[in-house]
């Protein structure tokens, strides 16, 4: 037995080492590709800004998504969310038809506090009723959709009625850096604290990793649902409510849905980054990084779009692979 | 499986001499490290012989050598006189070769019959499936191993050992020489062992050849004719059934004389009542009463469905009461919840470690800290972790444990199935839990981490720690209790201890027999 | 009223007489209006100006929004003729995925008219726009607004049938002018609006001697302006679009990069819907079967003033005119 234990890692070395760095690798030879291609243009500072300022929307909607995933339960409505966020902040301002900065951070804290009980009225359905959390979150993000439309009647809240106070979220800057980006690393770093420092995100990899186990050392599985679930909300709108100062314009439909779908990508990417079979914030942050690195080097180079979806997918694949490479060593 | 049965018949009359299976200088090796070593295994026709091995020793590598899911390093598989050679799984049930694994390999929710023709092509009739033949070529099969289960039956719906017992028929009818049994009798309650067994006996006595893999000494002793053990991947020695001596083959498997230790020898309990449970009542437990007190080592035993298996269950509100008081210390408490059982003090380690219990893709840290985390907390709200007291604190678990690992931060999946118990086991004292619910703690444990897994419960009933024990194995008991509560039919029959307390007396009771020598 | 009196007589010999027989006691005109993507604002104009131009006229209306699904929004339309309706409108769902609809409606002799759906035999009309003129005189008003030289950027999303027209048209203009060098990005449609905004980002970081840019719709216009604008670019580039949304007039009106838009008078076209349905239900067929309504080139100062509708009585299509 103990020849096995000291023997056995050293002839699959190589595969553990791509399971971890395989996603990290394929960034960086990404970029260095890039960086060749497109010399002049890829490598600047000012491009790098423009990748991370592009990300950015993605990046908070998919680290609230990997909150849910690390409990396990998977968020379809965050797409919806997202539109939710962005529409409703934009429509909140146009009816108080204030440009003091207090009215704005009211606005976005009541958005968000919205989205956050949504979510936690997703929490609650799931774990107390034990409905499938992806049923759920998908008819709840048809009744969102709904409400969206219905209140909106379609109509987009124009920028002229959008306060400038707000639309500097998504347009402004700070020590050169754009004010989305400092969002975005401001959600990795208060998630990466949340999960990997407090009790609370000790918790919820334990419900994530065995539930039954979890119950069983005295940890409430409805109560970390709803929280997880009102973080995945909250970050979806806050997404959206960034999306939406970015561009300006308050859109009751067309937001969410690219963004719910790259999400559920970004963090199954991460998921095999670093530690592999676990969703986790950096690795999240990885996968949102490669797809962005992925969509602005190859438009950059001046590549037909259909190739970022071929190039999005096969890595994609690549990265299941290697996790799922690394499950089948651990059976 | 008509025509392939009638050249079997004609075959075992040429071959009658030569063993029915033969395997000699089986090596394997695996990069690094050295699996099988020139072992050899002789099953003669007719024989329950059993393998015998502690985890690791190489009984797995074996049976999969032999059954083609391995191809050895070198070596050679004989059946019948005859060297066979294959690369599949398929090749060695072509050669006479079947395995019956744990579960079975059957399928849940199809038919008994549908089972038995599983692979084969079923017969036709107007080019639709001739039901009405498959049936009765399924109840022929039955029949003649004396099965008196319904072919339209599900898998699904039978009792384990009938579902074993299905699984050997269809290696009969499939025309095996020799059926591998690998630990069959895991999920089967001991009539159903019994059961199992006679058959068995039935079909060897008809010339019938079984390996027999299992961990449990008192089912191989009761069945095989013949054992072979394993040590390190080496035979550490053959015994028939004249030379079976318990300590000779425990000795065997495991290398070192003082493997078990007799009859607990001296309680540590003390006379205060730590626990009082009164009319406790569930959904088979019915008006459960009893005193655990400090220091004591109380067993709960007795059939599946006879209550016993629910007492933990229900005194650590994993499934809600109906009825019935639990006090500690002589205060009632509610505990309405796992998380409010915590508070008052318990600790439950759990039947099934793997599902139940680990906290997969964790380190062993996080799963010693998981209950205990608000020790380790910088501040009450934002509850920041201060991970050097908890590495400190779970260190120091790990090493009162006598935890074999790299280091705190291994994965807990690395370890083997006894480190990991001790993991499980130790996370509950830092909670500072009084009250120990053990459930099976030594299942699928090798019997060297067995021993030292009896020497932790002494140590914590020593500290006055008051534990309930229960075990799917009666010869434990003994070498671990104080005090035993046999239960039948929902309710606590009898209670042993002393010279009385016995596997066999537990056996009688829990059968809902009475002990020859009871008068009170 | 012939057709009206033929499928009257006939629903009350079939099955469901007492629904027609409710129906011709109401003596009143029942139609049925179907669109496959209600929800995208511009259909959802000239779709409630079709059902409001109806309801004026005392007729009895159903609006079926198919959300999307082509299979559902045929099989409304279906049922509507089923249930006696004596006229379809269809607004913006392509003609050539409801030819079922349109052979059913042919048989029962129930009138079937679109708006924005093209052209396919067997409806009475579809009233919309030439997509491909339309994209020629946008394309000729932004080559002369660049002398015919320069590097331009083409957004487009070349799946829908009317952006492929479109395309066409922009195209057969611009490849006439050799010295103009042309850039053609495809959208990623669903996530436009973010999709056009980084590709320009991406464009404008590496290239720096963009003249103006063509985008196939409004929606693509406020994002790539605002692209153009955060790179500080604002007055060395132009934007030209189509559609005439509201959105994108009042940026115009502003000032923004975006120097032109190709309106289409949207309510309009479904009040002309209406206007041949009720030519037909009288028997009377339109003179031709593609009915394009006169578009508006749409510049600052051209720009109606803030609140009030574009006039399509007075505009003009070429900012010379």
New interface residues.
């Given amino acids: 037995m103990s020849t096995t234990e000291t023997a056995a890692p050293r002839r699959i070395d190589w595969l553990g080492f791509l399971s971890r760095y395989g996603t990290i690798i394929s960034l960086v030879v990404l970029i260095v590709i890039f960086s060749l291609g497109r010399p002049e243009v890829f490598p600047s500072v000012r491009n790098m800004f423009n990748i991370l300022n592009q990300i950015s929307i993605l990046g908070i909607i998919a680290l609230g998504l990997t909150v849910c995933l690390v409990v396990g339960l998977f968020d379809l409505s965050i797409g919806a969310m997202a539109t939710f966020g962005g529409y409703f902040a934009a429509r909140f301002l146009m009816e108080m038809d204030s440009d003091s900065v207090w009215a704005v951070a009211f606005v976005i804290l009541s958005v968000l506090a919205l989205a956050m009980l949504i979510g936690m009225i997703n929490g609650a359905l799931t774990s107390y009723l034990g409905i499938s959390p992806i049923v759920e979150t998908l008819a709840m993000s048809f009744i969102v959709t709904g409400v969206i439309l219905g209140v909106s009647g379609g109509r987009t809240v124009n920028s002229s009625d959008i306060p400038m106070a707000f639309q500097v979220i998504g347009q402004g800057r700070i020590w050169g850096i754009p004010a989305p980006v400092l969002i975005l690393i401001g959600t990795v770093f208060v998630l990466w604290l949340f999960l990997e420092h407090t009790q609370w995100g000790r918790n919820m990899y334990a419900i994530g990793g065995n539930r039954e186990a979890a119950r069983l050392s005295g940890i409430s599985f409805q109560k970390y649902a709803l929280i997880a679930m009102a973080i995945g909300a909250g970050c979806a709108a806050l997404g959206g409510l960034v999306a939406g100062a970015n561009l300006g314009v308050g859109r009751p439909q067309g937001v969410g849905e690219t963004y719910l779908l790259n999400a559920f990508v970004a963090v199954f990417i991460g998921a095999s980054t670093l530690k592999p079979g676990r969703f986790h914030v950096l690795g999240t942050a990885v996968g949102v990084l490669l797809i962005g690195v992925i969509n602005n080097g190859l438009s950059t180079m001046g590549v037909a779009t259909f190739w970022q979806y071929i190039v999005q997918g096969t890595i994609l694949i690549l990265a299941l692979i290697s996790a799922s490479v690394n499950s089948v060593r651990r059976a | 499986m008509e025509p392939a049965r009638v050249n079997a018949i004609s075959m075992q009359a040429t071959t009658e001499t030569a063993p029915v299976l033969e395997v000699r200088g089986m090596r394997k090796e ?6 099988l070593d020139d072992v050899t295994l002789t099953v003669a026709r007719g024989e329950i012989h059993a393998l015998l091995g502690e ?2 020793a190489g009984k797995s590598t074996l049976i999969k050598c032999i059954c083609g899911a391995y191809a050895p390093t070198a070596g050679e598989v004989a059946v019948e006189g005859r060297l066979v050679s294959f690369s599949t799984p398929k090749g060695a049930s072509d050669a006479g070769i079947a395995v019956v694994h744990q579960h079975y390999n059957l399928v849940p929710n199809i038919t008994v019959a549908e089972n038995l023709w599983l692979g084969e092509t079923l017969p036709r009739r107007f080019g639709l499936i001739d039901w009405r033949r498959v049936h009765e070529r399924a109840r022929a099969v039955l029949d003649r191993l004396g099965i008196a289960v319904s072919t339209r039956a599900e898998i699904s719906s039978l009792r384990p050992d009938e579902a074993a017992m299905i699984s050997i028929a269809k290696a009969v009818s499939s025309d095996a020489r020799i059926i591998i049994l690998d630990e069959p009798t895991n999920a089967l309650l001991p009539h159903e062992v019994e059961r199992l067994f006679s058959r068995m006996r039935a079909l060897a006595e008809q010339g019938h050849s079984f390996l027999y893999v299992s961990h449990r000494l008192a089912e191989v002793f009761e069945i095989a004719d013949t054992a072979t053990v394993l040590r390190d991947g080496r035979n550490a020695g053959t015994f028939t059934r004249r030379d079976m001596d318990r300590r000779a083959v425990v000795e065997a498997i495991v290398g070192r004389k003082d493997a078990l230790a007799g009859r607990r020898s001296s309680s540590s309990a003390r006379s205060e009542t730590l626990m009082q449970v009164t009319n406790l009542t569930g959904v088979r437990a019915r008006d459960v009463s009893f005193d655990l007190r400090a220091g004591e080592i109380l067993g709960i035993a007795g059939l599946p469905g006879s209550g016993a298996d629910e007492v933990m269950d229900l005194l ?1 509100a ?1 499934n809600r009461r109906q009825a019935g008081r639990i006090a500690i210390d002589g205060r009632e408490v509610a505990l309405r ?3 409010a ?3 008052a003090g318990l600790a ?1 380690v ?1 039947q099934d470690r793997l ?8 380190s062993i840290r ?1 799963n010693i800290s ?2 205990s ?2 020790r380790y ?1 910088r501040d009450p709200f ?4 201060n ?1 050097g007291a908890e590495a400190r604190a779970a260190g120091e678990v790990a090493g009162r444990m006598r935890v074999r690992m ?1 280091g705190i931060e291994t994965h807990i ?2 370890l ?1 199935g006894g480190n990991q118990q001790k993991v499980v086991l130790g ?1 509950w004292l830092s909670t500072g839990a009084r009250i120990f619910l053990l459930n099976s703690p030594t299942a699928a444990v090798d019997v060297g981490a067995k021993a030292e897994i009896y020497n932790l419960i002494h140590e914590l009933a020593a500290d006055g720690v008051g534990i309930l024990f229960a075990s799917t194995e009666l010869d434990e008991y003994p070498l671990v209790c104080d005090r035993v509560l046999v239960f039948s039919g929902g309710r606590v029959v009898g209670a042993l201890a002393g010279e009385r307390l016995t596997g066999g007396n537990i056996m009688t009771l829990a059968a809902g027999g009475k002990l020859g020598d009871e008068h009170n | 009223m012939t057709t009206f009196a033929k499928s009257a007589a006939g629903a009350t010999l079939g099955l469901a007489v007492i629904w027609a027989g409710a129906a011709l006691a109401q003596d009143k005109v029942q139609l049925g209006v179907v669109s496959v993507n209600y929800n995208s604002p511009s259909i959802q104009i000239q779709t409630d100006a079709a059902v409001a131009a109806a309801r004026e006229r005392g007729w009895h209306v159903e609006l079926f929004d198919g959300q999307g699904d082509q299979v559902a929004t045929n099989n409304a339309a279906i049922a509507f003729i089923d249930r006696g309706f004596n006229a379809i409108i269809n607004t913006a769902s392509p003609n050539t995925q409801m030819s079922p609809v349109i052979a059913y409606a042919n048989e029962k002799e129930v009138p079937f008219v679109s708006t924005f759906s093209g052209l396919v035999p067997g409806i009475v009309a579809d009233i919309g726009s030439n997509n491909t003129a339309d994209a020629a005189i946008a394309a000729m008003e932004l080559v002369g607004r660049i002398d015919g030289q320069g590097h331009v950027v083409k957004l487009n999303w070349n799946v829908l049938p009317a952006l492929r027209e479109r395309d066409q048209g922009f195209r057969a203009v611009v490849d006439e002018y050799p010295s103009i060098k042309l850039t053609e990005i495809e959208v990623k449609v669903p996530g436009q609006v973010d999709d056009a905004y980084a590709q320009m980002t991406n464009l404008l970081l590496s290239n720096d001697d963009i003249a103006a840019v063509w985008v196939a719709w409004d929606e693509l216009a406020a994002p790539v302006a605002r692209a153009i604008e955060q790179a500080g670019k604002a007055d060395q580039i132009f934007v030209a679009s189509h559609d005439g949304i509201d959105e994108v007039v009042s940026l115009i009106r502003d000032g923004s990069p975006i120097a032109f838009t190709v309106a289409y008078n949207v309510p309009h076209m479904g009040v002309v819907a209406v206007d041949v349905t009720e030519a037909a239900l009288k028997g009377e067929e339109p003179a031709t079967r593609a009915l394009t309504l006169r578009p508006c080139l749409v510049t600052r100062e051209w720009a109606p003033a803030a609140g009030s509708a574009i006039d399509f009585g007075s505009c003009k299509l070429f900012s010379a005119d």
Wanted: proline letters at 12%.
């Fill in positions: 695996f990069p690094g490290t050295l699996a985890n690791g650590f994993r919840d796992p998380a059982a915590i508070r439950l759990p599902a139940e219990a680990v906290f997969h893709a964790e996080a998981m209950p985390l608000k907390l934002l509850r920041f972790i991970r790299p999946d690395a083997s996370r």
